[in-house]
């Protein structure tokens, strides 16, 4: 069975927590240590070492310069294939401050206005919910329009949904869908309305959107590697989930071109590097010229909406990036996994410092280790403590008995938010496939199972079934994660 989110919550990363006790106090040394990188490189050894990662990657720049861009583990553990700057990861949601400057592209040609209500540019979208025709680019890039959080009817498919029209298909299932709140009366992190943000850039542009961002982003920006064209990418790196017994179990990353805008875009160390460089530097590329103008750059990055951070308590979201502060300087962050990988973004402009972190285990373990780069940076001692991998605890115990016939009216297929689950029986026991990985299913009650299988996520987790409008549905706890393809 699939995570039950995506992308998974962030909470556990307490970002701002780990600053605020691992650097309160710290100065930023005068001259930095001559083995800066070397000591940058070091806390990343240890920390990948300490949680088993299969392979990370770190970039680092500081005063505009880069310090560190390197690889670490294994980009396929099987081929032990060394991950390197060049190597290409699926990024997740760090697509999003993508899609917004792309969106930032259009404002800069006079094409597009952030506050006004994008009815305008797409008048083929119809609205179910009468409040939807306020809706701005500024609302969906700030996660204030009001379009739906999670994820219903078909979503990430094996293979993926590949074709050109997929992202007008999730523009107008989205604005068929009422919405949470008025436009601009709340705040709710929301892939949908990235995707719509994307299919408004799509359509002002007259080309599909991975064109536009390849010609107009990635070319410019020097940023050979990237692409949102994740089906024509042969060398993505390996994925893995955390197994009980076996450290890394291979894994699919989720992918769709419905999302594209939200989080499909495939990248490479070495290319955020570029990307984080030029934004630092408030748009301006490094040969001459800008791929943004700083205006519309320091716009991004202001806070303009209350928000609940990935990172765990209140924060600010500006335009695809969270906000904060350290040591009362202004700071972007942002984060994003595909279930099998994740990155993490981090931005102190007036610094003119970033740091992007890549993992192919979605590990939150691994995090604290940003306060230590971060210490390093600034000439300080690291002190944060890695946690180790830890043994995870026993999975939960399932002493329910139900007929055969009682478990195979669950048995089907069902559409998730990650990819198609097949629900079969074997013998007398119910089991799950999701791409490639199975689970047994030890019942509880009657339409309640416990997941059994090595998944570390899937520890002490309960699968429900439920009946609703005449179709069998997946639920983990309140949550509904899929729901019972046609026959």
């Known amino acids: 069975m699939p995570n039950p989110s995506w992308p998974p919550p962030l909470a556990r990363l307490r970002i701002h927590l780990l600053i605020a006790l691992g650097l309160s106090g710290c100065k930023a040394a005068d001259e930095p240590p001559l083995d800066r990188a070397a000591q940058l490189d070091q806390v990343m050894t240890d920390a990948v070492a300490k949680r088993e990662m299969p392979g990370a990657a770190l970039v680092v720049i500081d005063s505009g310069r880069v310090v560190i861009s390197r690889g670490y583990g294994y980009a396929d553990l099987t081929r032990r294939q060394p991950i390197t700057d060049s190597s290409r990861f699926a990024v997740g949601s760090t697509s999003k401050p993508l899609t917004a400057i792309a969106a930032l592209e259009l404002v800069a040609r006079g094409r597009l206005a952030l506050d006004t209500p994008i009815v305008r540019y797409v008048p083929d979208l119809a609205f179910a919910d009468r409040r939807g025709t306020a809706i701005t680019m500024r609302h969906l890039l700030t996660n204030r329009s009001g379009m739906v959080v999670g994820f219903s009817g078909p979503a990430f498919q094996s293979p993926p949904i590949q074709d050109s029209a997929a992202l007008g298909r999730l523009a107008h299932a989205a604005a068929a869908m009422p919405l949470l709140f008025a436009p601009g009366a709340g705040y709710a992190y929301s892939n949908r309305g990235f995707a719509v943000a994307g299919y408004v850039v799509e359509r ?61 875009v495939v990248s490479t160390p070495g290319d955020v590097g570029r990307l984080l460089q030029i934004l630092v530097d408030g748009g301006s590329l490094p040969e001459g010229g800008e791929l943004l103008p700083k205006a519309l750059v320091d716009e991004m990055f202001r806070p303009q909406a209350d928000a609940e951070s990935e990172l765990g308590g209140p924060t600010k ?61 600034q000439g300080q001692a690291p002190s944060r403590e890695i946690p180790a991998r830890a043994p995870p605890p026993e999975p939960m115990v399932a002493t329910g008995s139900i007929s055969r016939s009682g478990l195979q009216k669950w048995v089907g297929v069902y559409d998730t938010r990650s990819g198609e689950t097949r629900v079969f029986l074997r013998g007398d026991s119910l089991r799950t496939d999701h791409q490639g990985l199975e689970s047994g299913l030890a019942a509880i009650d009657d339409s309640s199972f416990a997941l059994v299988d090595d998944l570390v996520e899937h520890t002490g987790r309960a699968l429900v079934f439920r009946r609703r409008g005449g179709r069998r549905t997946i639920w983990f706890g309140a949550d509904s994660i899929g729901v019972e393809l046609e026959r």
């Open 204 to 264: 002002l542009a007259g080309m599909p959107i991975e064109d536009f961002m390849d010609r107009e982003i990635f070319a410019p920006a020097g940023m050979g590697r990237t692409t949102l064209r994740f089906w024509e990418v042969p060398d993505l790196v390996q994925g893995y989930a955390e197994g009980r017994k076996v450290a890394n179990i291979p894994r699919p990353p989720s992918q769709s071109r419905e999302y594209g805008p939200s989080g499909m």
């Open 317 to 377: 979201y500006g335009l695809g990036w969270e906000t904060g502060t350290l040591e009362g300087l202004a700071s972007v962050q942002k984060g994003g996994s595909v279930l099998a990988m994740a990155t993490l973004w981090y931005l102190v402009p007036a610094r003119r410092l970033g740091i992007a972190l890549f993992m192919t285990r979605v590990d939150y373990g691994l995090v604290p280790a940003l306060a230590n780069l971060l210490a390093v940076i």
